[in-house]
Every structure is written in C-alpha cells, then in structure tokens.
C-alpha cells in the first residue's frame, strides 16, 4: 500500500524557519514528481509546491517563493520542505501527495493528487 | 491564476438523497478538472479525474460531468459515508487552484 508520512511540523515564532519531512513506501518513489499543499484551519486547499522525479525542477505558489524550498533524496523515499522566514498566514496543515499528470499533445498539465499523507499541523505565532 | 467557485458552500441531504455539487472556473479549463473528498480531521480523498474518470476504488454513485468552466458532481444516492467536504481542482494550468469546498451535511 502506498504510504506517505509527514514529520516535523510544530510551533514556530514569525521569522522562524522550519523543516517538514516526508517519507514514502509502497511505490517506486523516484518514478513521480512529488508536492506540498497546505490547509489553513477551517479554510481551503492550497498547493504549494513540487518537484522533478529527480530533483532537477521546482514549482513555487507565489506566495511562498524565496522563502520556501522543497527537496527529495530518492535513496531514502524523503520528501522535504524547508520553510523560512515564516509568517502568521503560513500557519497549516501540510500535506505531501503524490502528483499525477496528464499530458496534451506531449505537454504536461498541472498535477492532481492521487495519494496524501496525514499532514502535519504549522503553526506560527508568538 | 484560475480561481475556482463552488456552490453551494453548504448542503443539507438526506440519505439516499440525489445530491448535486457545482464547480465554476474563472476561465476555461477544457475537462482538466479533479474532485476530492475530505472527511474531519483527514486528507483529502481523489474521487474523479479528468471531469468523468472515476479514481479506482471509488463507488459507481459518484459522477462528474462538465467542461469549459462549469462543472458537477453528483453523487446518485447519499450514504452515510458520503458526509464530508467535497472540493474541485483545476489542474489546466501552474498553479492547480482549489475551490472553496462544499460541506455536505445531514
């Protein structure tokens, strides 16, 4: 079965950094692109950012581009999202999904997102 | 950015209920548009791709239909599992935008 599993979320201050783990079994990790979304409490679905099968390409929302970093060491199954400079609106839920993407004429579309880990709750405040 | 509407943001059913779900997209996105399901406290489940496909595992009550910008989800007959947050994603274009969710309630 397909597993994915976030770790190091918690409470950071305004301007903290943190760094979000995800580790995947039960699929051949390095054969898909791999992204983040976010969940602020009682509010929507936010995708936040993905990656390349190798790493070699990155995808940011705007709102977090120059803070963020998303990462994956295919050796061992991680994904990972190093987050700085955070702020109040940063605060989440954080899941890491595994994309799907279809192509148009040999063009690749924006992914969806056939399996979710459990999330793990950011929140930033004072 | 696509910005994706739903409506309506709440529903009220009963069970065995036919229950319709819309999706409007703020310009066209042809039919690269995928619901979830998300129940409390849990991640987001993939029900539908590509406007019509139904994600394996999923019952046969489900169905999506719709292109362009406007789109539904209809479930055939509401079962107790059925209760939950239902959200549509365009996947057209960077970045995938998300509608604001429709809480299915008793």
């Known amino acids: 079965d397909v597993q994915l599993v976030e770790s190091g979320g918690g409470l950071v201050q305004p301007g903290g950094s943190l760094k979000l783990s995800c580790v995947a079994s039960g699929f051949t990790f390095n054969n898909y692109w791999m992204t983040w979304v976010r969940q602020a409490p009682g509010i929507g679905l936010e995708w936040v950012a993905n990656?390349?099968?190798?790493?070699?390409?990155?995808n940011y929302v705007d709102s977090v581009k120059g803070r963020f970093t998303i990462s994956r060491d295919n050796a061992k199954s991680s994904l990972y999202l190093r987050m700085d400079s955070l702020r109040a609106e940063d605060t989440a839920v954080y899941y890491c999904?595994?994309?799907?993407?279809?192509?148009?004429?040999?063009?690749?579309?924006?992914?969806?997102?056939?399996?979710w880990g459990q999330g793990d709750l950011v929140t930033v405040s004072s | 950015d696509t910005q994706m509407t739903q409506s309506p943001s709440t529903l009220s059913a009963f069970m065995g209920d036919r229950v319709t779900i819309t999706c409007r997209a703020s310009q066209s996105i042809g039919t690269w548009l995928a619901w979830y399901q998300q129940k409390p406290g849990k991640a987001p489940k993939l029900l539908i791709y590509?406007?019509?496909s139904l994600e394996s595992g999923v019952p046969s009550r489900f169905s999506g239909s719709g292109s362009g910008t406007e789109f539904t989800l209809t479930i055939s007959s509401l079962q107790p599992d059925d209760f939950a947050t239902y959200y549509c994603?365009?996947?057209?274009?960077?970045?995938?935008?998300f509608g604001q969710g429709t809480k299915v309630e008793i």
């Open positions: 994603q365009q996947y057209d274009t960077y970045p995938g935008t």
């Open positions: 590509k406007t019509t």
């Open positions: 999904a595994r994309d799907r993407v279809e192509y148009n004429f040999g063009y690749a579309k924006a992914p969806y997102f056939d399996y």
């Open positions: 990656i390349k099968k190798d790493g070699s390409q990155t």
